[in-house]
């Protein structure tokens, strides 16, 4: 979709629709109240009959209004002025976009960014429509013979802001929306794929054609060169798939030579059986998604890339199956992991932490100034904080800080957890340095205070994903989180948020 930014009047527009917001009860935005005075009070005497009160997410669309220019007028419910927030302003973006993608308007005229959102920048506002909008008219059909077809499909927003001065500075948010609707487009295309094609090797491919597309550094280490790193806890997880194991390092270099990276480690399991701790039958097609921390964290590298964004960036991606099979690893086993810590795996579908510990300790040689890792953990993060807040784990509260101002900020939540020494108890085992897993109790903290074992030579955080990753039931798919979180963390870090 082609995006633009303008300033002017809505009774001006020369568009297929002009889109404006009513506050309920009946309450006309700024941008309505022009509309109408041109109208000769049309739009009023329309609200004042009871066709449109201004409920959130309503919609209603209007032909030939007077003293217009435009083909169209879409009223967009806002709900109650006083309750205007974030989500009420994504909310209404997403209804616009969504009326205006199934009503054959080619192009849209949108005013709702001049509707007050608690004090948010014309910047923020526009960024964060871009993003709604991009997200709302996303498919993921390539596997379909016949595809959904829609009859005339929005090509073209303008969102219109109300000061001429506050220009140049939306049409870098408009960059940087664009960006990160790209970025999570591929996070969500990655992830959609099914297991038999989105294998470690493809993710590999992947991460080169990204390289070469958007002069990114990458290596990718095979499963020798893991072993003779010390790789063998990561390893372990691969025994018992044909697909072999693949660790792929992305680095994106905008910023001065001496200066330290952000690395970020995604869990890349492409297809999750459990192992030999099976899982049961029920919803496992959706252990294609256990993936979602490596797609994030891609999708998060071709954003920064498409922005040039003068920071350092590294992505480091270990990539496996966890599947069944004569050589699989077995409840019981102990490995070795490339720090030298010893783990008894007492149950193979605690597999994403036997990967990312090795990554983790892989990290440091690169110095860095802080990492984040990203994963679908544990089912216990869900049961915690549902579908809503990422569960955000971290070895220093400054760090916790930025990623939850991040958060709330890109309208993708994150929640601070505990990760007391307390919990490190449950992780005790009699025969090797610790236990693959901590009991039946706190399943996300003693998840997270395993990894944290492997992080102490520096600043480190972690996102538990598992909820917030992808959708089950009739709207099925990826989301693309965490990739707006992290993106407003490096866009704040680079000094280049508005």
Not at 8 to 32: D, H, M, N, W, Y
Not at 172 to 179: I, V, Y
Not at 196 to 215: D, I, W
Not at 311 to 320: A, G
Request: hydrophobic content about 40%; some cysteine.
């Amino acid at each position: 979709m082609e995006f633009s930014i303008k300033s002017g009047s809505p009774e001006k527009q020369r568009s297929a629709c002009v889109v404006v917001g009513i506050f309920e009860p009946r309450k006309l935005t700024l941008a309505a109240e022009l509309l109408d005075n041109a109208a000769h009070n049309h739009l009023s005497d329309i609200i004042r009959r009871g066709d449109m009160e201004g409920k959130a997410g309503s919609t209603l669309l209007l032909h030939n209004v007077p003293g217009t220019l435009c083909d169209r007028v879409l009223l967009v419910g806002l709900g109650k002025e006083k309750e205007f927030g974030d989500k009420a302003y994504c909310d209404a973006i997403r209804s616009a976009v969504r009326t205006l993608n199934e009503t054959g308007s080619f192009d849209g005229t949108v005013f709702l960014t001049e509707t007050s959102v608690r004090k948010r920048s014309s910047a923020w506002r526009v960024r964060q429509a871009t993003m709604v909008a991009q997200e709302t008219v996303y498919r993921f059909d390539q596997f379909k013979s016949k595809k959904d077809k829609v009859r005339r499909p929005l090509r073209k927003l303008t969102f219109v802001i109300d000061r001429r001065n506050e220009l140049a500075g939306a049409e870098e948010a408009l960059h940087q929306g664009q960006a990160i609707a790209e970025g999570m487009a591929l996070a969500k295309n990655l992830a959609n794929l099914p297991g038999n094609v989105c294998t470690p090797a493809f993710l590999a491919e992947t991460a080169q054609k990204m390289a070469s597309e958007h002069k990114l550094e990458c290596q990718i280490l095979e499963r020798d060169e893991m072993a003779a790193l010390g790789m063998h806890s990561l390893l372990s997880v691969a025994k018992g798939s044909r697909q072999p194991p693949k660790l792929i390092v992305l680095q994106h270099k905008g910023g001065k030579n001496d200066d330290k990276p952000v690395v970020l480690v995604g869990k890349g399991i492409t297809f999750d059986s459990g192992g030999i701790s099976l899982k049961p039958a029920p919803e496992m097609d959706e252990m294609k998604y256990d993936m979602c921390g490596a797609a994030g964290v891609l999708g998060t590298i071709k954003a920064a890339a498409l922005m040039k964004l003068p920071i350092n960036l590294t992505v480091i991606v270990p990539s496996s199956e966890n599947m069944p099979g004569g050589a699989a690893t077995r409840p019981g086993d102990i490995v070795t992991s490339m720090s030298g810590q010893t783990i008894e795996i007492l149950n193979t579908d605690a597999e994403g932490r036997l990967i990312l510990c090795d990554a983790l300790t892989y990290a440091a040689r690169f110095q860095p100034e802080t990492v984040i890792d990203v994963a679908t953990l544990t089912g216990a993060c869900v049961i915690a904080l549902g579908h809503v807040a990422t569960g955000l784990f971290a070895n220093n509260e400054t760090l916790a800080r930025e990623l939850v101002h991040a958060g709330d900020d890109a309208h993708d939540r994150a929640w601070q957890m505990p990760l007391w020494d307390d919990y490190q108890e449950l992780l005790k085992s009699p025969f090797a340095d610790m236990a693959n897993i901590g009991g039946r109790w706190g399943g996300s903290i003693t998840a997270a205070c395993f990894l944290a074992r492997f992080t102490r030579k520096y600043v480190w955080a972690h996102l538990d994903i598992a909820g917030t990753a992808w959708k089950s039931g009739t709207d099925k798919g990826a989301t693309g989180r965490p990739v707006p979180l992290l993106m407003h963390y490096l866009l704040k870090r680079a000094g280049k948020l508005n």
